[in-house]
């Protein structure tokens, strides 16, 4: 018995002594989860304001405005 309570007496002071193992917060992981989903949108909103402005020829204070995107979804998807 006296040899258990030695090594579980060695063991509780190798860990105290061990440093505290911190999760560091990698950059890539900053990228991954903000800067390429925003990137994304804007991806997005200038593909629309591309294709509607210099393809459709339209007016580019026209593709602010809600009614427009639900005419086009309308044609797009109607029966």
Do not use: C
């Amino acid at each position: 018995m006296s040899r258990e309570k030695v090594k579980t007496a060695q063991n509780a002071e190798e860990e105290q002594q061990q440093p505290v193992k911190r999760r560091r917060i990698k950059a890539w992981s900053i990228i991954q989860w903000f800067l390429i989903p925003l990137l994304l949108v804007a991806a997005l909103g200038g593909g629309l304001v591309v294709g509607y402005v210099i393809l459709g020829k339209k007016e580019l204070s026209d593709v602010l405005l809600w009614s427009t995107w639900k005419h086009v979804y309308d044609l797009v998807f109607a029966p």
